[in-house]
């Protein structure tokens, strides 16, 4: 099983309904992030946290709102989709321990398409 | 606004060549560096990261890091078509241990 799960894997859905991305891993890492990727625009970030108590925006953040439910578990929203959302996102996890090389771990992306 | 920048390629190179992909970035005051490889559909995963100038080496990959001159260089040597895949480089932002700023990618094909 994948260290850092997200669920759905793909989702087809329609202009303003709400949509939850939902992420969870099992390598005990403190921080969590949501990317997402567009062709020719790389990995951009949503949203990233320390811990449940620490969230924080990053730099395309507008029109999406996250959860960190538990250490394990960091889940993306949105409230109300549109199409340029469309994109495969990406959460990631990495370690804040004494052999931290600063490796982001990746789930295996959910692409989403809002028509 | 900081920046990382790519060629996008396709970057072409026969089997058993090496192939060499760049980057440069704009933040004076980043530390880190990573390649990251990314087959079409799939995850990105590390392939290398480096800190210090000069170069790192680790079995068919080598880093260079060229701070001066704010790039950073992945060779491939012995290309294998299983290399073929879209490069990604990224950079941490500033002196922040964990915020970092990706590069669009370098398409590499490696014909048989």
């Known amino acids: 099983d994948a260290d850092v799960t997200q669920t759905p894997r793909n989702r087809i859905t329609k202009t303003g309904k709400r949509i939850m991305l939902e992420c969870s891993q099992t390598k005990g890492h403190d921080r969590m992030y949501w990317y997402r990727q567009d062709p020719g625009l790389g990995l951009q970030l949503i949203y990233y946290?320390?811990?449940?108590?620490?969230?924080n925006k990053g730099e395309i953040s507008d029109g999406y709102s996250v959860s960190r439910q538990a250490q394990a578990k960091f889940s993306l929203s949105l409230e109300s989709a549109i199409p340029n959302q469309t994109a495969l996102y990406f959460c990631?996890?990495?370690?804040?321990?004494?052999?931290?090389?600063?490796?982001?771990?990746f789930g295996e992306g959910s692409r989403l398409t809002v028509l | 606004q900081k920046e990382v920048e790519q060629n996008s390629g396709p970057l072409s190179v026969p089997e058993g060549a090496i192939a060499s992909l760049n980057c440069t970035y704009s933040d004076r005051g980043s530390q880190s560096f990573f390649w990251y490889r990314q087959y079409s559909g799939k995850s990105p995963e590390l392939i290398m990261f480096i800190y210090s100038n000069g170069d790192k080496e680790d079995g068919r990959f080598t880093a260079q890091l060229n701070k001066a001159s704010q790039y950073v260089s992945l060779l491939i040597r012995d290309s294998q078509p299983s290399d073929s895949a879209t490069y990604l480089c990224?950079?941490?932002?500033?002196?922040?241990?964990?915020?970092?700023?990706f590069g669009t990618g370098t398409r590499l094909k490696v014909l048989a």
């Open positions: 990631a996890t990495s370690s804040t321990g004494g052999l931290n090389t600063g490796e982001l771990f």
């Open positions: 946290s320390f811990d449940v108590k620490d969230i």
């Open positions: 990224a950079v941490n932002e500033g002196k922040s241990t964990y915020k970092y700023i």
